[in-house]
């Protein structure tokens, strides 16, 4: 799998309220709808800025706060690739997994607001296009990336009526 966009940067403790306000919670299920509202307490007009494909890019614990499986979905419906941070929230880390929005960690200070990059999932590569620098996230286990791939567990177990072990 090989994603490119752009770059879009924030910093450390970008929490699941952050992500999807909590005054959102309960006023429609429809994750399209939620998505116009992805980051807008930090970056009110965010959405309006992002295109299919581009990637959300953060600094250490990702996700913290809440264990709100809207924040997945909703950076998953904004059209986000995969976020990249050097740390996640370890219950977002597997809702996200869970609902097939793909997770990079790796050091994040390479890369700026605006930089285009490309993902190679498989290799764990990054390379920043922008300044022409190449690096690698930790390694996603393989049957992490099938779940991915199908969408997530839902999907996966769909499709094989299974785990491969």
């Excluded at 007009?45 to 264990?67: L, Q, T």
């Excluded at 996230?137 to 567990?153: A, R, S």
Aim: glycine letters at 8%; proline letters at 2%.
């Amino acid at each position: 799998m090989i994603f490119r966009g752009y770059v879009h940067k924030f910093g450390d403790n970008i929490n699941t309220d952050y992500i999807i306000s909590g005054k959102y919670k309960f006023k429609t299920l429809d994750m399209d709808e939620l998505a116009k509202h992805l980051m807008e307490d930090i970056y009110p007009e965010f959405y309006k800025k992002i295109k299919k494909g581009d990637f959300i890019v953060a600094g250490r614990n990702f996700g913290c706060g809440s264990s709100r499986e809207q924040a997945p979905l909703v950076i998953k419906h904004a059209g986000i690739s995969a976020v990249l941070a050097k740390s996640f929230a370890r219950i977002f880390y597997r809702n996200a997994i869970n609902n097939g929005l793909i997770l990079i960690e790796c050091d994040t200070d390479k890369f700026e607001d605006g930089d285009e990059i490309e993902i190679f999932l498989e290799e764990g590569k990054i390379k920043n296009l922008t300044k022409e620098i190449e690096i690698y996230g930790t390694k996603i286990p393989d049957f992490l990336i099938k779940i991915m791939k199908e969408g997530g567990v839902v999907a996966y177990l769909k499709k094989y009526n299974n785990f491969e072990v």
